[in-house]
């Protein structure tokens, strides 16, 4: 049962796709050159970023980003982790960051076969580890390209045993033969951008659409509401405030067809409590008056004056209640400075 709320009040916003591992990337050093597409962007910036992870920094960015989530007003993200040199515990890592800070969070790994078998394997280890101690996750897969068929089976079949479902990129570039999901996917399976996929597709789940990712990384345009099955929007990694999002999925979707309404990436925002049920129990009070579509699509800057979570007010008078705001935001641009380090001693 949802609660009560205001006409300035809403539930805590979801986030359906997030990489909270990168919330330390902002300021670092350029890449050795700039990325002309898609794929040298996840060659050149991501993947190279991930490889130079360890736990602290993980920690440290996922305190970060929950705590920016909280002050947008967003109560629970489902993220998506990879970092390939420090896998065993990665999960719990994120997890424990979040609860500390108050956020509710969804992890999963993203398991991948670019660090060869061994690495897919210690993915898969990580996911069965994290679910089977009571985690709140799924199973993750990076993107159909980057993994085998057994393993793309292998995930498919842990997520059926801890009954959940599969967490994964889909044909967000041009490049992934995303047809190799086919058969294994169901109703809990988060597809990630969907920005090739034909319109009958045949794939089973909810797509998240993330607006800003995908104009950011010039990959296209997924036209969501084509697509008959359940659409939820994500950030893919740039940062949780869901009104923005959903600002930003408005504008793009008018730019396209102008007879659309804001109405319709509004529901993308909703199908969030489906995914995330919890949140709906979550109350946020606004800095604007009436949380109603139209109006928000064309009213910039709204912020929470209060979030509560779980029954207890977590975000108030523009600070956290839990932790302290200033020192994690010290701590995390350390964590940074050492992240960049790393990552500057890269091939
Ligand atoms: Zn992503």
Avoid at 84 to 109: F, K, M, Q, W
Avoid at 167 to 189: C, F, K, M, P, S
Avoid at 309 to 334: H, L, P, Y
Wanted: aromatic fraction near 8%.
């Amino acid at each position: 049962m949802s609660r009560t709320l205001g006409q300035n009040q809403t539930p805590g916003l979801v986030c359906a796709h997030n990489h909270f591992y990168s919330a330390l990337a902002r300021g670092m050093p350029a890449p050795p050159r700039t990325p002309t597409d898609f794929n040298e962007i996840l060659e050149l910036v991501w993947w190279r970023l991930d490889r130079a992870l360890d736990l602290d920094t993980i920690e440290w960015s996922a305190k970060l980003a929950a705590l920016t989530a909280l002050e947008a007003g967003c109560t629970a993200v489902i993220d998506h982790h990879e970092s390939p040199n420090a896998i065993e515990g990665s999960l719990s890592v994120i997890a424990d960051a979040c609860a500390e800070v108050g956020l509710r969070v969804n992890c999963t790994y993203g398991v991948t076969d670019r660090h060869g078998a061994e690495g897919a394997a210690a993915g898969l280890a990580e996911n069965d580890r994290f679910l089977s101690e009571g985690g709140l996750g799924m199973v993750g897969l990076h993107a159909a390209f980057t993994c085998t068929d057994d393993t793309i089976a292998a995930a498919a079949e842990l997520a059926e045993r801890h009954d959940v479902g599969v967490h994964v990129h889909v044909a967000e570039g041009e490049v992934d033969d995303w047809q190799r999901l086919a058969g294994y996917t169901n109703d809990r399976w988060l597809l990630i951008h969907g920005v090739h996929l034909p319109d009958d597709h045949g794939l089973n789940g909810t797509i998240v659409h993330n607006p800003r990712s995908n104009m950011n990384n010039g990959v296209g345009y997924s036209r969501p509401w084509r697509f008959d099955q359940l659409i939820a929007l994500g950030t893919d990694g740039i940062g949780s405030d869901m009104l923005d999002e959903f600002r930003m999925a408005f504008v793009k979707s008018r730019e396209a067809d102008v007879t659309l309404g804001p109405d319709l990436a509004w529901s993308w925002l909703e199908t969030g409590w489906q995914l995330f049920p919890e949140a709906r129990q979550d109350a946020v009070t606004w800095t604007y008056d009436v949380m109603d579509s139209w109006r928000l699509a064309y009213t910039t800057q709204v912020s929470p004056l209060e979030v509560e979570v779980n029954g207890e007010v977590v975000w108030a008078d523009g600070a956290s209640t839990r932790v302290d705001g200033e020192e994690i935001k010290a701590k995390a641009a350390e964590a940074a400075k050492r992240l960049w380090a790393k990552l500057a001693d890269l091939d």
